[in-house]
């Protein structure tokens, strides 16, 4: 199993601004995944990021809009790009194989 | 077009009373079948995870069962600490899908 922890819990922002998503992994982990969750609603991926090579980014998700980091097998970052009031939504990350994943707690975000 | 259904969207229970959640997907070549719990303010926690049609799992209240079109999370004498939504997940040949969940309620 991994623990996965997430900075910021939440956050507030103005519309036109960016914000970055830190996840880190109490674990070497291969693959990490990003998630946007709307409250209430489904998990939608946005990314996958393995250590070493470009994020592949889903359908309708580009990443001039969330680019992300994988500086080493512990750690990545979302960045949330010239946020309107539609990026209002919980941001999650994880960890581990499509057969089992390990989530961190999530980021609120609200765009003002 | 793959997809993944869950029903119902809430479920509400008496402590003890026993019954299912259903997953119902269409995919191209499945790959795995996943039962995740999640608690409110808190992301996914990894239940099970079914290869093909026939196979169970069990963790104590819970039992996941997979046929060709439809998984069932059967959850037996549950307590209040169930209460929870239950997501569904597949992956086929093509990508990683979710279910929207269903919210399960014990009522003491």
């Known amino acids: 199993s991994a623990v996965i922890s997430q900075k910021p819990s939440r956050d507030i922002c103005q519309r036109g601004t960016s914000l970055t998503i830190q996840c880190q992994v109490d674990s070497q982990v291969t693959m990490m995944f990003w998630y946007r969750q709307q409250p209430g609603q489904s998990l939608t991926l946005i990314a996958t990021?393995?250590?070493?090579?470009?994020?592949?980014?889903e359908s309708g998700f580009v990443i001039d809009k969330f680019p992300i980091s994988r500086p080493n097998l512990t750690f990545s970052t979302l960045t949330v790009s010239n946020m309107s009031p539609e990026d209002s939504s919980i941001y999650l990350c994880s960890a581990g194989g499509y057969n089992e994943q390990f989530f961190g707690p999530g980021t609120r975000l609200t765009v003002l | 077009e793959d997809q993944v259904t869950q029903s119902p969207e809430a479920l509400r229970l008496q402590e003890g009373e026993s019954s299912s959640l259903n997953c119902s997907y269409t995919v191209s070549g499945l790959r795995g079948l996943f039962w995740y719990r999640q608690d409110p303010g808190k992301g996914p926690e990894f239940l099970f995870t079914?290869?093909?049609?026939?196979e169970e799992k069990e963790k104590e209240r819970l039992k996941a069962t997979l046929t060709k079109k439809e998984s069932f999370l059967h959850i037996t004498a549950p307590k209040p600490e169930d209460s929870a939504t239950y997501l569904c997940?597949?992956?086929?040949?093509?990508?990683?899908?979710w279910g929207a969940g269903t919210k399960l309620i014990i009522k003491p």
């Open positions: 079914l290869y093909s049609a026939g």
């Open positions: 997940a597949v992956i086929g040949n093509y990508q990683l899908i």
């Open positions: 990021a393995n250590q070493g090579s470009e994020a592949t980014y």
